[in-house]
């Protein structure tokens, strides 16, 4: 499937969808790649108050809801959006770490 530049550039309406559905599987990879990254960091972190990294999680989330918005984002819903993404790798996380540290 090839991807159009913009989606003005869609034909019909199979087109559109072919191009959602390529944008959606790119998103689920790079989720993949960075469940890669937060499971190697949990080695690199002593305590569990360094998974839950409070001030990293409010500062990203803060610099994620300004990357919303230079791309005329709703920063509302990307803020509710990497809130559920990070919850749920930081879950995930605290498993990996809790493995390294028993």
Known sequence: MRFMEKAEDCQN???????????????ISQLFLRSSYVKCASKYKNIMQEVKAEDRIKSMIMQRRKWAEENELNPDFIQFLFENIVEYFISKESIEWQKKNQ
Do not use: L, T, Y
């Open 13 to 27: 309406i199979e087109e559109i969808r072919n191009c959602i559905d390529s944008i959606d599987k790119s998103i």
